[in-house]
């Protein structure tokens, strides 16, 4: 297993992956605006390979986020869930509409694409998606560049370091994930 040192790796790494070719395939299917694979998933795998696994960390969801303000509907959500359930019950599917979720992001402003609410996720390593285009060519969005994840350096996102009550999320969110248990070279920065 080769390390990853630039974004044109992760993007072969992903492409080589057949499990997140597969679940990025079937987001595109769904037809929705703006769709990406975001966060766990994502950077689990990366740190796996990072750290030299030669198994996959096991997730705990997998993170499907898009962006239509014409349409916020949790219960849309749930639906598009359901159906990616029955498609492929292995997963534990998590379905947001970002045109809604700055709600849940104390003190911010409405997002005005998918890429602006990932840029807002509490970590920078967290903040990264993927999407397969029509030609099946792999899109990677990355707001805060992979330095980050390449190197497993935990931090908060700029938008996370705007106030207290972010700084909060953040700290608590890094101290549930005990990431440290799975991953031990990983960086944790608390500000």
């Known amino acids: 297993m080769r390390r990853l040192e630039t974004e044109k790796d992760i993007l072969a790494f992903i ?32 740190w796996d390979n990072q750290s030299g696994f030669s198994f996959k960390t096991p ?4 993170d499907v986020v898009y962006f239509d303000q014409q349409l916020i509907n949790y219960d849309y959500e749930q639906e598009i869930q359901m159906f990616l359930k029955t498609k492929e019950p292995s997963y534990n599917w998590e379905v947001k509409n970002e045109a809604r979720m700055h709600v849940h992001n104390p003190g ?5 694409s998918t890429t602006d609410a990932i840029s807002k996720f509490p970590e920078t390593v967290t903040a990264i998606g993927a999407r397969l285009n029509a030609n099946d060519q792999i899109i990677l969005t990355a707001p805060h560049g992979v330095e980050d994840l390449l190197t497993l350096t935990v931090r908060p996102t700029p938008s996370a370091k705007e106030t207290e009550e972010r700084m909060k999320v953040y700290k608590k969110r890094v101290g549930q994930k005990d990431w440290g248990a799975v991953w031990p070279s990983i960086k944790l920065l608390m500000g």
């Open 59 to 62: 997730v705990h969801d997998v």
């Open 15 to 46: 492409e080589n992956d057949e499990e997140l070719m597969k679940i990025l395939a079937l987001i595109r299917e769904l037809d929705l605006s703006d769709s990406w694979l975001c966060a766990g998933l994502l950077r689990s795998r990366i």
């Open 108 to 112: 911010s402003p409405r997002y005005i």
